[in-house]
């Protein structure tokens, strides 16, 4: 059935869909731009969070490089936005060393508890993996891959690198509005398990905006790795704690489990889309995806004034539903399971895939659609022009609900997202890292630096990778524009039963889509709704060799700022 959910009235209809993203009475700039780009020649740091912006640009000024500002600017945004992100999730990075001239790949995930079969779920008649409580929870990859990054690419002593988010755990931060609003629903949830409240809230509640907020336990924790480093988080006082706690809440993780991790350092993959190559971590992360819908999408060409047609939201629908289809079918840990990535990027596969789309009608195709999580996205360039791409989450917001005592951060729930149908890609096991969401992204031109850019947001996270891309290759824009322009997405997928095709998903669009593409949507057979806040939030750099100058940009959907010198 065509349908436009929430919207009644079609006079409300016409004019909402006709109404601009953004400010249009600006003397300058592009169309969608809520701001100018912002431009610096020795650094730039573009966050979720101002304070956390500020904490990595300090860094830089100090003499500190990418990748020391990255860590610190993660650190604080642990503290600062705990709805999205902190020490008991995992960590992905891409790093640009300007002295080898090359990009490397980090993947920080955790694996699941060695103690914890299928069986137990099977036995316990579980149709999937619950998203709360200790059964979800692997273990945290963050901190190790702090220390790797530091390890190889660090200048700056850890102590001082953390000692600015110690000091705001200790004398407090003022909470921003769209964190508070994020904090107050997270409460509501998490709210029953132990230890949540004493951690998270004031006095009972949670902050609300300008709130002066404290986390001592944080602090100490942050004072631990500072002195002890990463062996007493999994081989220490810390470990002891979680394993305890976890395994009093009926929990399988072990001290074995923690001794047991690593951080893997891995090749980042590239497909070419128009002269840039797009990079993209390996599986066990989602970034082929946004990939594979690239290749699919270069074979049709768009004029600069398509941004926003049907022809436009259409083409990029289908080559996602397409990738999404090998997303569920190829993507899990490689340690388990042999990836044929070749094929999955080739420009053969790709025409192979593209031929499928019909351009004047949507098409069922079916896959396995994970839900949405928060998380936080930074991107930091240095005065030596290293560069660093960094992702880093707890999944479904503040993560599974588990609040070791006297640690002051949530353990992450990314084990949920493992399937328990045999013979699955990504089916649990022991010792196995999940399928996951969160995806940082670097762009090459002429074999140099041009963008590291991110774009939160769970299932949305390719789809936002290809819009930003075509944004600034296929429609010219400028940085700041490419983020803040309108946004669509597509969730759900298609099933074919008997004869008949049984569409379950849908377009949602945000302000700004033309009300005249959202008609042209219905009748190619795409249900379309209006979604606000399903689209992440988006920061990137850009290198201007021929000024040597970065650019910056961080978009108006959230708290975040992006900040030069």
């Known amino acids: 059935m065509q349908y436009i959910k929430n919207l009644s009235l079609p006079i409300i209809f016409i004019l909402f869909f006709s109404l601009p993203l953004t400010g249009q009475d600006r003397i300058t700039g592009h169309n969608y731009a809520t701001r100018s780009e912002i431009i610096g020649k020795k650094g730039m740091v573009a966050t979720s969070h101002p304070l956390a912006t500020q904490i990595g640009l300090d860094i830089l000024k100090q003499g500190g490089n990418a990748v020391d500002a990255a860590i610190a600017a993660n650190a604080a945004l642990g503290l600062m936005e705990p709805t999205g992100s902190g020490i008991g999730g995992d960590l ?149 704690t979680i394993v305890n706690f976890i395994q009093g809440q009926g929990g399988f993780l072990s001290e074995e489990d923690f001794a047991l991790h690593k951080t893997d350092w891995t090749k980042p993959v590239s497909i070419d889309y128009r002269g840039h190559k797009i990079w993209e971590l390996p599986p066990n992360g989602q970034g082929i995806t946004a990939q594979i819908m690239l290749n699919i999408l270069e074979g049709f060409q768009f004029s600069q004034n398509e941004f926003g047609t049907a022809r436009h939201l259409h083409l990029v629908t289908e080559a996602k539903k397409l990738a999404f289809e090998d997303r569920a079918r190829f993507i899990g840990d490689p340690d388990f399971y042999n990836i044929p990535l070749d094929k999955l990027l080739s420009k053969e596969y790709a025409a192979q895939r593209r ?84 995806i940082p992204a670097f762009v090459t031109k002429d074999n140099k630096p041009w963008l590291s850019f991110g774009v939160m947001g769970g299932d949305f996270q390719p789809q936002g990778h290809v819009q930003i891309i075509m944004n600034l290759i296929d429609f010219n824009m400028n940085l700041q524009e490419a983020g803040d322009a309108p946004r669509f997405s597509h969730t759900g997928g298609s099933s074919l039963t008997g004869q008949q095709i049984k569409t379950t998903g849908q377009i949602h669009v945000e302000s700004g889509i033309p009300y005249e593409t959202v008609r042209t949507l219905l009748q190619l057979g795409h249900p379309v709704s209006f979604d606000l806040g399903g689209y992440g939030g988006f920061q990137g750099i850009m290198y201007d060799h021929q000024r040597g100058i970065y650019i910056g940009a961080s978009e108006s959907r959230k708290d975040g700022q992006a900040a030069g010198y």
């Open 92 to 240: 992905f990075a891409l790093v640009w060393d300007a002295e080898s001239n090359n990009l490397y790949g980090i993947n920080g995930s955790g694996r699941s508890p060695q103690l914890l079969t299928i069986d137990y779920f099977l036995s316990n008649r579980m149709e999937k993996i619950p998203a709360f409580g200790p059964l979800p929870v692997t273990v945290p990859g963050c901190v190790d891959a702090w220390f790797e990054l530091h390890d190889r690419f660090g200048t700056t002593p850890m102590s001082k690198i953390l000692e600015p988010s110690i000091q705001y755990a200790e004398e407090g931060f003022p909470v921003t509005e769209l964190i508070s609003h994020y904090w107050t629903l997270s409460l509501k949830r998490y709210q029953p398990y132990p230890n949540v409240m004493e951690t998270y809230s004031i006095n009972g509640k949670a902050p609300q905006k300008g709130d002066l907020f404290k986390n001592p336990d944080l602090a100490n924790t942050y004072k631990l790795l500072a002195k002890n480093g990463k062996k007493a988080f999994y081989n220490g006082p810390i470990t002891k």
């Open 355 to 438: 031929a499928l789309i019909d351009t004047s009608s949507a098409q069922a195709f079916t896959y396995e659609a994970p839900n949405l999580s928060e998380t936080i996205y930074l991107t930091v360039a240095d005065q030596w022009g290293n560069m660093v791409s960094l992702i880093q989450s707890n999944y479904r917001g503040m993560g599974s609900g588990m609040v070791p005592p006297g640690l002051g951060f949530m353990l992450q729930n990314r084990g949920e997202l493992f399937s328990l149908a045999p013979g699955a890609v990504n089916e649990y096991a022991p010792g196995k890292r999940p399928f996951h969401t969160i």
